[in-house]
């Protein structure tokens, strides 16, 4: 699997769009991009995830560059309850495992 | 919401004890998984299982035994509990889905040996 690389911290005021860069520059064809948070003392919970195309749900949207090289979570109107370590993590496709694997993350401070 | 659920959610034990750390879910999940993370540290996984009566060791060595004698129900087990394996416990399901690694984790049990 590819490696990531995130910034360890990030700030962003409530009300205001968190956007979380993800690096993955040796990324290939066939492996996807996921992203998972981590608030205090919980288990990780499952964002979003996508392949080449821009994707957006319910708790965010996946911008991903067209070289795919490096994606952006955004979190558009971010409240306290965002403040967590966020986990940008890519994986191939194909036969699922399951067996993902957690770096560092990026930890968001959402302060008011 | 995912429904699965791990208990005791802190457990604080003397060395040389006996213990099991307890995880269900709900959702009919084949595959299941143990991390293992201490504070301010990575998630590593040191057990999985693919369904019932198949267990494998994951990425991190760990001296903790698991079983999977039924679909819901995925304990872990250490026999002789040491200071060294303080730490937070999660469990994890997934159902068998190709290209999607979605998972559910319970809410995790911090293990703390004196």
């Known amino acids: 699997d590819a490696k990531t690389t995130q910034p360890p911290s990030m700030d962003c005021a409530e009300g205001r769009a968190a956007n979380l860069p993800c690096n993955h520059s040796t990324i290939s064809g066939n492996e996807y991009v996921y992203w998972y948070r981590q608030i205090h003392s919980q288990g990780p919970q499952y964002i979003i995830h996508?392949?080449?195309n821009n994707e957006t749900n319910e708790m965010a949207s996946l911008i991903i560059t067209e070289d795919r090289k490096s994606s952006t979570l955004i979190l558009p109107h971010a409240t306290l309850r965002d403040t967590a370590v966020y986990y940008c993590i890519v994986r191939v496709e194909g036969e699922y495992t399951g067996k993902l694997i957690f770096g560092q993350g990026t930890t968001l401070q959402v302060k008011p | 919401e995912a429904d699965i659920y791990q208990t005791p959610r802190y457990l604080v034990i003397g060395t040389g004890k006996k213990i099991t750390l307890e995880c269900s879910q709900t959702m009919g999940h084949d595959k299941m998984y143990w991390y293992q993370q201490d504070p301010g540290m990575e998630l590593h996984l040191i057990h999985y299982s693919y369904g019932v009566n198949s267990t494998e060791k994951g990425d991190l060595s760990s001296e903790s035994t698991v079983s999977r004698i039924r679909t819901e129900h995925f304990p872990l087990t250490l026999e002789s509990a040491r200071p060294s394996h303080t730490s937070q416990y999660l469990c994890?399901?997934?159902?068998?889905?190709?290209?999607?690694?979605?998972?559910?984790f319970g809410s995790g049990t911090q293990l703390s040996v004196l």
């Open positions: 996508g392949l080449k």
């Open positions: 994890a399901s997934s159902f068998g889905q190709l290209r999607l690694e979605k998972l559910f």
